[in-house]
């Protein structure tokens, strides 16, 4: 599976984006997917996760949604309510097996397919 991440940009707090990871692979339909962020010197952050179920960040939840179109082997992340804090570069993954906890969901280790990020930009 090869992943590409886009639709990254600069917003206004309050404001919202679209991102999208187009995906390469006859099995994406059965993969697990999920969106990680990173800034400059932190570890990489568990945004979103879709697997046996839909998983949310804390940070995130009421405010992002992930979706997948199997049909168009494209995963999605609606983020609305963008806050300052949520600027990082926002990374696409994948891998074919199934996750069986929650925690396993949150794992950037667990994922072998990386997209290469895309950049959001909040403006307070």
């Given at each position: 599976?090869?992943?590409?991440?886009?639709?990254?940009?600069?917003v206004?707090?309050?404001?919202?984006?679209?991102?999208?990871?187009?995906?390469?692979?006859?099995?994406?339909?059965?993969?697990?997917?999920?969106?990680?962020?990173?800034?400059?010197?932190?570890?990489?952050?568990?945004?979103?996760a879709?697997?046996?179920?839909?998983?949310?960040?804390?940070?995130?939840?009421?405010?992002?949604?992930?979706?997948?179109?199997?049909?168009?082997?494209?995963?999605?992340?609606?983020?609305?309510?963008?806050?300052?804090?949520?600027?990082?570069v926002?990374?696409?993954?994948?891998?074919?097996?199934?996750?069986?906890?929650?925690?396993?969901?949150?794992?950037?280790?667990?994922?072998?397919?990386?997209?290469?990020?895309?950049?959001?930009?909040?403006?307070?």
């Amino acid at each position: 599976v090869q992943l590409q991440a886009f639709g990254g940009g600069l917003v206004q707090t309050g404001g919202s984006l679209r991102l999208s990871c187009a995906a390469s692979g006859s099995s994406f339909s059965r993969s697990t997917v999920a969106w990680f962020r990173q800034v400059p010197g932190k570890e990489r952050e568990f945004v979103a996760a879709d697997g046996r179920g839909t998983y949310y960040a804390d940070s995130v939840k009421g405010r992002f949604t992930i979706s997948r179109d199997n049909a168009k082997n494209t995963l999605y992340l609606q983020a609305n309510s963008l806050r300052p804090e949520d600027t990082a570069v926002y990374y696409c993954a994948a891998d074919d097996r199934s996750f069986n906890t929650r925690t396993s969901f949150s794992q950037a280790n667990r994922y072998y397919f990386w997209g290469q990020g895309t950049q959001v930009t909040v403006s307070s």
